[in-house]
């Protein structure tokens, strides 16, 4: 059985990936309201992962005895400058996931939940993929100049962007 404050943590940490889903999804809708397709489907891929980092402290959070808590997920921005801010803003986002994915750590580490802390160091080191592929698109959206063939050619790199399903998102 998980102890009370862990499975209040991952609870929250659910809704923080639930909102970074919806995040993405707006950012998606974003991209395609300004003709930007390839950028939409990097976003739409981004939305997608999201919601397996929720499924998977879901199943986790079942399989140690613990009981899933839905709360409303926050409202998100629906527009922004230019693609730079948009990809300036999911970096700074993952930033903080990343911060609060280290203080669930922590947790662990205080109350000697060793199972957690395994668990954990998947979105410890997914976390360092997160930041860094979207501060890859902000370097070089900042490297190309965001605008004219290189905003183009930028586009049709991140249209290849593909989602792989995880082999298995429930716990057995
Ligand atoms: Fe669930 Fe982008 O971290």
């Known amino acids: 059985m ?10 929250e940490q659910i809704n923080a990936e639930l909102y970074s889903s919806y995040l993405y999804l707006s950012m998606t809708s974003f991209f395609y309201s300004i003709n930007l397709p390839g950028f939409a489907n990097w976003m739409r891929v981004q939305t997608q992962e999201e919601l397996v980092h929720a499924m ?12 899933v808590i839905l709360k409303p997920v926050e ?14 803003d999911a ?11 280290n203080k669930l750590v922590d947790l662990a ?10 668990f954990l160091q998947w979105f410890v080191n997914e976390q360092v993929e997160e930041e860094a592929s979207a501060d890859g698109v902000v370097q070089k959206l900042r490297l190309m100049g965001g605008q004219g063939s290189a905003l183009f050619m930028i586009d049709q790199e ?7 399903p995880p082999a298995k998102t429930r716990a057995a």
């Open 158 to 164: 991140l249209a290849t962007r593909m989602f792989t």
């Open 109 to 118: 580490i205080e109350i000697s939940d060793h199972a957690t802390n395994t």
């Open 56 to 67: 998977k402290f879901y199943d986790y959070l079942a399989s140690r005895g613990g009981r």
């Open 2 to 11: 998980i102890h009370e404050k862990m499975q209040q943590a991952i609870n």
């Open 91 to 101: 970096y700074k986002h993952e930033q903080k996931v990343t911060g609060l994915i």
């Open 75 to 88: 409202g998100v921005p629906t527009s922004w400058e230019s693609p730079l801010a948009v990809f300036e």
